[in-house]
Nanobody
Framework: QVQLVESGGGLVQAGGSLRLSCVAS????????MGWYRQTAGNERELVAE???????NYADSVKGRFTISRDLAKNAVNLRMSSLKPEDTAFYYC????????WGQGTQVTVSS
């Protein structure tokens, strides 16, 4: 009964910043990977950023230099700091955690206006 609870989505103007947070609850453990994906209508869910239990990170090219992912292993929490937001960043963002099984949050809408 793992649950991933997200917060931080909303409306922001281009050039602004948002911080997404995701905290695992329930029958939790230290996940091998945690990360953020995003999806727009009619498109597949794509990786935005991920971080391993060892702290290695990986970012989509489109967000490098603008987004920063961080993790608290003890709390099984992952955060995504988003800066210099662009309209093309508009999407539904999902928290992901993986250890043999993929776990997903409910998702949160991020809308960036021009």
């Amino acid at each position: 009964q793992v649950q991933l609870v997200e917060s931080g989505g909303g409306l922001v103007q281009a050039g602004g910043s948002l911080r997404l947070s995701c905290v695992a609850s329930g029958n939790i453990f230290v996940f091998d990977h945690m990360g953020w994906y995003r999806q727009t209508a009619g498109n597949e869910r794509e990786l935005v950023a991920e971080i391993t239990r060892g702290g290695s990170t990986n970012y989509a090219d489109s967000v490098k230099g603008r987004f920063t992912i961080s993790r608290d292993l003890a709390k099984n929490a992952v955060n995504l700091r988003m800066s210099s937001l662009k309209p093309e960043d508009t999407a539904f963002y999902y928290c992901n955690a993986y250890s043999n099984i993929n776990y997903w949050g409910q998702g949160t809408q991020v809308t960036v206006s021009s």
